[in-house]
Nanobody, 119 residues
Framework: QRQLVESGGGLVQAGGSLRLACAAP???????????KNWYRQAPGKERELVAS???????DYADSVKGRFTMSRDNTKRTVYLQMDNLKPEDTGVYYC??????????WGQGTQVTVSS
């Protein structure tokens, strides 16, 4: 069963930066590249929201709240996607989840990594 392994969360002051990583060990390259790869986050008491996506071909999309501050990228050879988060704000606090969505409609989720931004 495929799995996603996340890393890079932590505690940072407002204005700081963090880089999240999501590895998909053992995933066949064609499966990795074909999947839509997403980062979601869930703040306490709120619903999970989509933060950033990277599609086949490398096209990226971002939530309005993070545009200009977050950058999503991928390294196909490492089967890993990244979320570079700059100029972090307290409202960015939450658990960040990596997700792979296949062309067949199936989803694989990471375990989540906590990001806390202090004011």
């Amino acid at each position: 069963q495929r799995q996603l392994v996340e890393s890079g969360g932590g505690l940072v002051q407002a204005g700081g930066s963090l880089r999240l990583a999501c590895a998909a060990p053992g995933t066949i390259l064609s499966v990795f590249t074909d999947n839509i790869k997403n980062w979601y986050r869930q703040a306490p008491g709120k619903e999970r929201e989509l933060v950033a996506s990277i599609k086949y071909g490398g096209t990226t999309d971002y939530a309005d709240s993070v545009k200009g501050r977050f950058t999503m990228s991928r390294d196909n050879t490492k089967r890993t996607v990244y979320l570079q988060m700059d100029n972090l704000k307290p409202e960015d606090t939450g658990v960040y989840y990596c997700n792979h969505h296949s062309q067949y409609g199936t989803d694989v989720w990471g375990q989540g990594t906590q990001v806390t931004v202090s004011s």
